[in-house]
């Protein structure tokens, strides 16, 4: 089968936006699980840390 | 920096340079009496001498195993130092060619010195010299401290940086000697895009290994977005490179892509460019080391996480915006203008998520110019884009596209961002990393601030007016139809605006200078006593809070 131009538009037009979507969709579920909450807080607190060696 | 290799690792470094040296000498065979065999000859040079290197550390005594309760911060320092080298040179060749763009004699009638060479070196100096170096330096420093582990071993951080340099002078060279792909900011030529290849995937390789030895779960932001830095980057730079040489003995190559597709395939390479080498790897740096500075944790790390999804899927369709009104099917146009312009709501959240993480603590950015070079380039960072997302726009391309304001949007971006909140995140790191209290001189900060400030604005407002008055005079028609200024003419107009340029431009380079100095001045006046001792103490196993250092 040849691809022509026209299967490379149908293609962005429907897989494109479709995958585009739930990516965005699953993105939002992983950063807004509230069992994710602690986890980031804590990872953005724990830089702020001086410690200055490799942990073991 | 031998004396730290394990006898193992020196074994190898002696295998990989003696056989650099091989391939050095016999491109200088194959390619005589062509650029190819200069290189050659530069590629044995730089492998020869770091035989010598190898060798007058060869025997020094062992590493002991107590280097592991320590981070290995060396290829770091080097990379930093390297990183404000290239930024000084880049910022000459720079300016120097904002003075010829005015006074058109300044090529001195030498071939290697006209514009369309020494501005490839001034672009590939700032960007891979400058940025590059800083990127890699940072990483390793922000990749260590985050996932508490120290790099997997010490020899591929050396490969990767001194291999990187190895392209970047290689590249430059290329450029006087009139060796180019013909390809925005992929300029160099097939044997140094191999060699870069090779480069980068040992650096994405100690990016992984570092990760799977991680101490801490959580992967922090910063390093997502140095590793899809990493990851795209290796991924347009090899698409956008494929190429046949016209033989193995000669610089020539063609690309694999030819007409639009070649164009699509450049810009697709050349915007992503932007977004994964000047955006994503200097957005790691940002959510590490302002917090860091600023001494609060980020404003919102769930935002943090949404903009890192937006912009590494939403940029990778933004290229075609380059290529408005050409042979590109129109969809293809209007796909990229829209996600150019979607791209603004990553952006101004994660300029946004900076400014807030400071709103508390303005008063530190009035006192520390360290934090006020991050805070500006936040600011500049969300201007930049959201005017990128604006010139997106088709029938606004129309009139900035071809003039200045694409240059003065470009240098919003480099001078105003990218330069600022490197300048900024070496000036927070440089202290850490050579165990200091402080940097040299707090006063040399401020002018250095002040300096770039100022130079960006007088370049950007120049640029501003400039462009927008050429692409008014050249869509300008009189009442019988036809064009009612010349080329010249919008050139004559152009003149004021080409020499405010180049004094910002020199403001700038001097500031630089000045930053270069202060570091080395920070490095060189050690207190003895911290010259002498290893601040810091081995961990305690499973210790979570150690004193400071």
Redesign the interface.
């Known amino acids: 089968m040849d691809i022509e131009h026209g299967h490379m538009v149908a293609l962005a037009k429907s897989f494109g936006l479709f995958y585009l979507i739930a990516l965005s969709i699953g993105v939002l579920i992983y950063t807004f699980w509230p069992s994710n909450k602690k986890r980031f807080e804590r990872a953005a607190r724990d830089i702020i840390q001086d410690e200055d060696t490799p942990w073991r | 920096m031998v004396s730290q290799l394990t006898m193992n690792e020196r074994r190898w470094a002696m295998g990989i340079l003696i056989a650099l040296s091989l391939i050095g000498l016999t491109m200088l065979g194959a390619g005589r009496g062509d650029a190819f065999g200069v290189h050659g000859a530069i590629v044995a040079a730089a492998a020869i001498a770091m035989i010598f290197v190898v060798i007058s550390g060869y025997f020094a005594p062992e590493p002991g195993e107590e280097r592991?309760?320590?981070?290995y911060d060396d290829p770091s320092k080097a990379g930093i130092v390297i990183s404000m080298v290239w930024a000084m040179l880049g910022l000459f060749v720079g300016d120097w060619v904002a003075w010829l763009l005015a006074y058109p004699n300044l090529t001195f009638d030498a071939p290697w010195s006209s514009l369309g060479r020494i501005r490839p070196v001034h672009t590939t100096s700032i960007i891979f010299g400058f940025g590059g170096n800083a990127l890699i330096a940072t990483s390793f420093h922000v990749l260590?401290?985050?996932t508490?582990?120290?790099l997997p071993d010490q020899l591929s951080p050396w490969f990767v940086l001194l291999g990187y340099n190895l392209f970047c002078v290689i590249a430059v060279t290329g450029y006087l000697m009139g060796v180019t792909q013909s390809k925005e900011y992929a300029e160099a030529e097939w044997y140094a895009d191999i060699w870069l290849v090779v480069v980068w995937v040992t650096y994405f390789a100690i990016y992984l290994r570092t990760l799977a030895r991680r101490?801490?779960p959580?992967i922090?932001?910063a390093n997502w977005y140095y590793m899809a830095f990493i990851l795209a980057v290796a991924m347009l730079h090899i698409v956008n490179n494929l190429a046949v040489p016209i033989s193995l003995g000669h610089a020539k190559s063609y690309s694999l892509f030819s007409g639009v597709q070649d164009a699509m395939t450049q810009w697709w390479y050349g915007h992503n460019a932007v977004a994964f080498f000047l955006t994503a790897g200097f957005l790691g740096m940002l959510y590490?080391y302002l917090?860091?500075r600023a001494?609060?944790?980020?404003f919102s790390?769930?935002l943090s996480?949404?903009s890192f999804?937006?912009i590494t899927?939403i940029y990778m369709w933004a290229g075609s915006h380059h290529l408005h009104y050409t042979a590109l099917?129109q969809?293809v146009q209007t796909?990229g203008m829209t996600f150019s312009v979607m791209l603004l709501v990553p952006s101004w959240a994660s300029a946004g998520n900076a400014l807030m993480t400071l709103n508390g603590a303005w008063h530190k950015v009035r006192d520390d110019a360290t934090l006020r070079f991050m805070m500006v380039a936040a600011i500049f960072y969300g201007l930049s884009t959201f005017e990128g997302s604006f010139m997106a726009i088709r029938p606004v391309n129309a009139l900035s596209h071809y003039t200045d304001w694409t240059i003065g949007h470009v240098h919003a971006g480099a001078m105003g961002w990218v330069a600022l909140i490197t300048f900024g995140s070496i000036y927070a790191v440089v202290p850490?990393l050579w165990k200091r209290e402080a940097m040299y001189s707090a006063r040399l900060i401020e002018l250095h601030f002040w300096l770039a400030l100022s130079g960006t604005l007088i370049y950007v407002f120049a640029m501003w007016n400039s462009g927008i008055t050429q692409g008014l005079m050249w869509r300008t028609y009189n009442e019988s139809g036809t064009l009612a200024y010349s080329f010249v003419d919008s050139l004559v107009a152009m003149y004021p605006y080409y020499i405010a340029r180049a004094i910002g431009g020199l403001l700038f380079f001097l500031g630089a200078i000045v930053g270069f100095y202060n570091i080395w001045m920070t490095i060189r006046t050690a207190p003895a006593e911290a010259r002498a001792s290893e601040p810091?103490?081995?961990?305690l196993?499973?210790?979570r809070?150690?004193p400071?250092?």
């Open positions: 592991l309760t320590r981070y260590q401290r985050t508490r582990a120290r101490k801490e959580h922090y932001v590490y917090p860091k001494g609060r944790p980020i790390y769930r996480i949404i999804w937006g899927f099917p969809w796909l850490w810091d103490a081995p961990a196993s499973g210790a809070v150690q400071g250092e």
